[in-house]
């Protein structure tokens, strides 16, 4: 039994299936964005799992490729998107609050 080393088709299965959940992720994030009600509903959904299925797709291609300069950019996209994606939300929710209550600010 071998355990998961460079070509080997473990490898391109387990990184198949990230792949697959990572796109479903952010399937999901984007149907969620479209069809929440409120934008406190619609700033989590675009943000939360987004964030995941990046995650999982980055981890995904770092295993299928299984070199190190995969593992390295998959890290760097997902700093960027965790600096972003929550200070994007922040800005939004802070945005959405004021419209709705402009007396707390």
Do not use: Y
């Amino acid at each position: 039994m071998t355990g998961i080393i460079a070509g080997s088709p473990w490898n391109e299965w387990v990184g198949a299936g990230m792949l697959m959940i990572g796109a479903l992720l952010t399937v999901i994030a984007a149907v969620g964005v479209v069809r929440l009600p409120d934008v406190f509903s619609r700033m989590h959904a675009a943000s939360k799992p987004q964030l995941l299925g990046v995650i999982v797709l980055c981890a995904g291609v770092a295993v299928s490729m299984w070199q190190w300069r995969w593992l390295v950019l998959g890290m760097a996209v997902i700093v960027l998107q965790v600096v972003t994606a929550s200070t994007g939300s922040h800005v939004l929710a802070r945005s959405a609050a004021e419209v709705e209550h402009p007396e707390v600010n």
